[in-house]
């Protein structure tokens, strides 16, 4: 049975394929968003360009909002009754 399956379902291997590396691209981009070093570089850079005076007290705050939001949304392909589990 396991050969017949594998026979019937070669032509969609390559949509599979492309499938199941999207998902490992997007695992990655959400991991290195979430690296606690690299929001730092990124907070860090924010204040330093305040400090420098290129960016208002409104928009330092606005810049690191921006950060830290994706750190509070839920990860993407998850929904609300797979977070409580």
């Known amino acids: ?25 997007q695992d990655q981009v959400e991991q290195k968003l979430r690296d606690p070093a690299a929001i730092r570089r990124r907070i860090e850079a924010i204040d330093e360009a305040a400090a420098a005076g290129h960016l208002s007290e409104e928009e330092r705050e606005q810049a690191q909002q921006a950060v830290l939001d994706p750190l509070i949304q839920p990860p993407t392909g998850t929904t609300p009754t797979e977070e409580k589990e």
Do not use: D, K, N
């Open 1 to 25: 049975m396991g050969l017949l399956t594998s026979i019937f379902t070669l032509p969609i291997a390559p949509v599979r394929g492309v499938i199941w590396l999207s998902e490992v691209i």
